[in-house]
């Protein structure tokens, strides 16, 4: 997905700033990694190809982090809850298939576990 790799200076977000753009190209080195500068984090959201993540607005400076998780209290899989793409543009029956399907959609080996 668009979102997993760094997006090529051609292909603008308007989610992305042209600085953090800038920034990125410079940290990848030879092979396509990306270097993360000290005292800084690269963070993932939650829901990995929907998350505005560092991937979209940079690294987190270690002085912005001011606590750490203690459990993950619920996990679902989205592609398990989503609904056929016949059912994407009726509000009404995306929501039935949600109520029917969601037991289906949780991770339940993942809820309410203690992180370390």
Known sequence: PYRDN????????P???APWYAQVRKL????????VPENNYFVLGDNRDDSLDSRY?????RESILGRPLFIY?????ETSSPSPAMQ????LRFAYSLGHVTDAIRWTRCLKLVN
């Open 6 to 13: 760094f997006p090529d200076l051609r292909y603008a977000n």
């Open 15 to 17: 989610n992305v700033t």
């Open 57 to 61: 607005w940079g690294f987190v400076p």
């Open 74 to 78: 619920f996990s679902v899989d989205s």
């Open 28 to 35: 990848l080195d030879d092979h396509g990694e990306l270097i």
């Open 89 to 92: 543009d009726d509000k009404l």
